[in-house]
């Protein structure tokens, strides 16, 4: 089992930046791909980024240019760095890791952005 820990969510204006980080604990070494997900109310959960053990990364078209996930595999964290945020994105942004014998979640953390 994996447990996740998101933190770094709250409210942020329209153009602004956070930084979510997502701490993972137990079978740590079982993990290969880490990403993040969001969740705005009504819609589906959607990727917005994933990375893999050693550093490969994958964005959804929306995040590309400004948004970066980055991971120090050492303390078993990932950080998702999001510039230039947009009242649309207002959601709960997912933890996610992967290993051969199923996925992991965290419990979300609410990001919000007002115009």
């Known amino acids: 089992q994996v447990q996740l820990v998101e933190s770094g969510g709250g409210l942020v204006q329209a153009g602004g930046s956070l930084r979510l980080s997502c701490a993972a604990s137990g079978s740590v070494f079982s993990v290969n791909v880490m990403g993040w997900y969001r969740q705005a109310p009504g819609k589906q959960r959607e990727l917005v980024a994933d990375i893999t053990r050693g550093g490969s990364t994958n964005y959804a078209d929306f995040a590309k240019d400004r948004f970066t996930i980055s991971r120090d595999n050492a303390k078993n964290t990932v950080y998702l760095q999001m510039n230039s945020l947009k009242p649309e994105e207002t959601a709960v942004y997912y933890c996610?890791?992967?290993?051969?014998?199923?996925?992991?979640w965290g419990q979300g953390t609410q990001v919000t952005v007002s115009s």
């Open positions: 996610n890791a992967q290993r051969m014998l199923g996925e992991s």
